[in-house]
């Protein structure tokens, strides 16, 4: 069997159970040899929960003592780049969560030592490996929306708050707000869909309406009363695109409203495509009729789904492979949401320079 390559989590916290050190744990080509984390009774449980020798509480310490091969950087938005670009420069490739980091400049900083040190960087966007994600997004490559349009995202929660208090309602900590956190999975996924357009422009406005209470908090997460809470709990707004398509979203933390809803939708010339609440559905037209489809994914064993993690170790191992999420569209996302804020404080569009990266279209 090939060697196994080392891996080690930093950031012990849900995000880091629910998915990274399971999705590692599943490969038999990887060690899982570490877990980091500035809590170390944290790290501790965990690494006793999975069986992992190594725990640490200072990530420095632990890459000069385990070396690992893979990182994921599991942390609060503002160490992504710090510890990201200490883990590229120490041999390892890094799989970090979503955002990138907190702003474009980060995001520059991180892909100038991802090239200098030779190593690999992914972003955790995990809805772009959702089975409705592969299919939708062969789907539209193969052409049968055709142009793009329009296009509509966002995600609303009824009481969702990550938690008053937290670093996520910290701006230093986080970057932002609902913005930056749920714009990270759904405005990332509509964009990724149209094939990462670049943008002319970007208008938004933000709201801060449920800052003053614990009662709308999300299930499973603890708010303190009297916490900081400087970032807003709703976001809305505008690209428009240098194609001429549009898309707009809506991004709300908590809301008056009767249900949650995620979703994407997109309207093209040929076709249109809804992905809400997980259900996707296509529409079409054939001999001058209306079409509605909704495919049956799980019924298709032959559709070759990806693996976020298995991608991320394949692309490693091959070199040269096009990783799903390059530290590339961070930058693109970071550049976007800095242009949004940039908005939402001066009460006007933002126009966006011509020097994002050109999008693959993948």
């Not at 590692?24 to 690494?47: F, N, Q, S, T």
């Not at 474009?104 to 900083?109: G, I």
Request: proline residues 3%.
């Amino acid at each position: 069997m090939t060697d196994k390559l080392k891996y080690a989590l930093i950031g012990a916290g849900g995000n880091a159970e629910k998915k990274h050190i399971h999705g590692y744990l599943a490969l038999e080509d990887v060690e899982v040899v570490a877990i980091c984390d500035i809590d170390a009774g944290k790290a501790a449980r965990m690494a006793e929960k999975y069986n992992v020798p190594g725990v640490y509480s200072d990530y420095k310490e632990m890459f000069l003592k385990e070396r690992p091969d893979i990182v994921s950087i599991v942390t609060p938005n503002h160490l992504h780049a710090e510890i990201t670009e200490f883990a590229l420069a120490h041999g390892a490739h890094v799989h970090c969560e979503k955002p990138l980091s907190i702003s474009s400049e980060e995001a520059r900083c991180i892909i100038a030592a991802r090239d200098r040190y030779g190593k690999q960087v992914m972003i955790g966007l995990n809805n772009r490996f959702l089975n409705e994600a592969v299919f939708l997004k062969k789907w539209i490559d193969d052409g049968n929306l055709g142009n793009i349009y329009n296009a509509k995202a966002g995600w609303v929660r009824r009481s969702g708050i990550p938690g008053r208090g937290t670093w996520f309602t910290d701006k230093d900590s986080s970057g932002g707000g609902v913005m930056i956190d749920l714009g990270a999975h759904y405005l990332d996924l509509a964009l990724y869909f149209m094939g990462l357009p670049k943008v002319s422009y970007v208008a938004g406005s933000i709201h801060q309406n449920f800052v003053h209470t614990t009662a709308r908090n999300r299930n499973g997460y603890k708010g303190i009363e009297g916490g900081l809470f400087n970032v807003e709990d709703a976001a809305t707004g505008y690209l428009g695109l240098e194609n001429g398509a549009s898309l707009s979203f809506d991004f709300s933390w908590a809301s008056n409203i009767e249900e949650d809803r995620f979703y994407v939708e997109l309207m093209g010339s040929k076709g249109g495509a809804s992905l809400v609440n997980g259900q996707l559905k296509l529409f079409g037209e054939s001999s001058d009729i209306c079409l509605d489809i909704t495919p049956k994914l799980k019924l298709n064993p032959t559709l070759q789904l990806k693996n976020e993690f298995r991608h991320f170790v394949d692309s490693i191992r091959h070199g040269g492979s096009t990783l799903v999420a390059p530290a590339e569209d961070g930058l693109y996302f970071a550049e976007i949401v800095d242009a949004f804020y940039q908005s939402a404080a001066g009460g006007a569009p933002v126009i966006l320079k011509q020097e994002q990266p050109v999008a693959v279209i993948r």
